[in-house]
């Protein structure tokens, strides 16, 4: 179980980082989270107060 739960977190911290990286250089205004589940991106990241967040 320990190998799936290192999977989810570094897969979602990349996924952050392109998020902010795409923020700054391209000025991208929306992210769209497919199958976020229980992800609380949207609450906890100070990026979610720049963008709008879709979680599908």
């Known amino acids: 179980m320990a ?3 290192t999977t989810a977190v570094t ?3 990349c996924a952050k980082e ?3 990286e795409a923020v700054v250089r391209r000025g991208t205004d929306q992210y ?3 199958g976020a589940d229980l ?3 949207a ?3 100070e ?3 720049s963008i ?3 979680e599908v």
């Open 52 to 54: 709008r967040v879709f």
């Open 3 to 5: 190998g799936a739960r």
């Open 47 to 49: 990026l979610a107060d």
């Open 11 to 13: 897969r979602s911290r």
């Open 39 to 41: 992800d609380s991106f």
């Open 32 to 34: 769209a989270m497919l």
């Open 18 to 20: 392109r998020l902010a």
């Open 43 to 45: 609450c906890r990241s």
